[in-house]
């Protein structure tokens, strides 16, 4: 699936199964509520932090996805095409970092 395509399905759904889009506001502190979620994930899955006992499986992929929800809602409402505003970020950090990360020593082996 492209992320164009992505757009159009969330779209499809929102209007059918989710009868609206929440608005703008709302969908911003969604997003940041499942950001949360994936943070707290990684913090126990990978950080210092620990699960507590008896807690459910966490299902990291399942919360990306819901930040990836919430963001292309909030894409769609604010009439952004994700695809054209991830091709023109990369090549910005192309050309703004070409020798950058090569020539930091911190990410030298």
């Not at 969604?30 to 620990?50: K, N």
């Not at 910005?92 to 020539?103: A, F, G, L, P």
């Amino acid at each position: 699936m492209t992320i164009k395509e992505a757009q159009k399905i969330v779209d499809e759904w929102i209007n059918t199964i989710g009868v609206r889009y929440f608005n703008e506001l709302t969908n911003t502190a969604i997003l940041m509520e499942e950001v949360g979620e994936v943070a707290r994930i990684m913090a126990r899955q990978y950080g210092e932090q620990s699960f507590k006992k008896n807690a459910p499986e966490p299902d990291l992929a399942d919360e990306m996805a819901d930040v990836l929800f919430v963001l292309i809602c909030l894409a769609n409402q604010t009439g952004i095409d994700l695809t054209e505003a991830l091709t023109k970020n990369l090549d910005k950090k192309t050309k703004r970092d070409n020798n950058r990360h090569r020539e930091n020593v911190k990410l030298k082996d």
